[in-house]
Structures are given as C-alpha cells and as structure tokens.
C-alpha cells in the first residue's frame, strides 16, 4: 500500500521561506517520478516541480529561481524549499508520485498516481 503526506506548511510574510516536506511509503524515489503541485481557491492545480527517477529536477517558470528540490533517499522523503514567497504562492501544496518504474516525469497532475491530503502554505504580503 503506497501512502504519502506532505507537511510543513504554513503561513509567512513575503519575502519568506517554508520547506515542505513529502514523505512516500511503499515507494521509492530512486524508481518513481514524483512531483509537487498547489491548487489556490478557485483554481486548478497546477505544476509546481518534479523530480524525475533518476533525480533531475524541473520547474515551473513561476516558481523557477526560488524553489528548489532535495531528497533524502534512504528515508523516502522529498523536500520542497520554497524561499523568496510571493502571495501568489497562497495555496495548498500536494505531492505525487507515480506508479509505474522508471517512468518519465510530468507536469501533468493525472500522470500520478498516488496523492497526500496537502498541506497548506499562506503568504501574506
């Protein structure tokens, strides 16, 4: 049974700094893509950053300077270091991981398989 959580949110001034972090059982890091995403009120979620198998990183241009990713393989945890928050950073952040081995990564939420409940990140300006 695969499980995931997220935690580390919470609420900050602009400007700030919060590490998510994204924890995976039943599943390693080092054969599945994963990836954080956020849905703010009223809008979908959307692609925030992905770690692909093999450990390659990719961003997305709103987040891409400020975001960054690490990993702690032998633990099965995905860190998500967000500095410089803007506002527009308000939203509640998801981690996904796929299910299949050695899959390529995506931006696309429905390529994961396996979801946490989110953990919510506020930034105030």
């Known amino acids: 049974q695969v499980q995931v959580e997220e935690s580390g949110g919470g609420s900050v001034q602009a400007g700030g700094s919060l590490r998510l972090s994204c924890v995976v059982s039943g599943r390693a890091f080092n054969k599945y893509a994963m990836a954080w995403f956020r849905q703010a009120p009223g809008k979908e979620r959307e692609f925030v950053a992905t770690f692909s198998w093999s450990g390659t990183t990719y961003f997305a241009n709103s987040v891409k300077g400020r975001f960054t990713l690490s990993k702690d393989n032998p633990k099965n945890v995905v860190y998500l270091h967000m500095n410089s928050l803007k506002p527009e950073d308000t939203a509640v952040y998801y981690c996904?991981?796929?299910?299949?081995?050695?899959?390529?990564?995506?931006?696309?939420?429905?390529?994961?398989?396996?979801w946490g409940q989110g953990t919510q990140v506020i930034v105030s300006a």
């Open positions: 996904g991981v796929m299910d299949k081995e050695y899959a390529a990564t995506s931006s696309y939420a429905q390529n994961y398989d396996f």
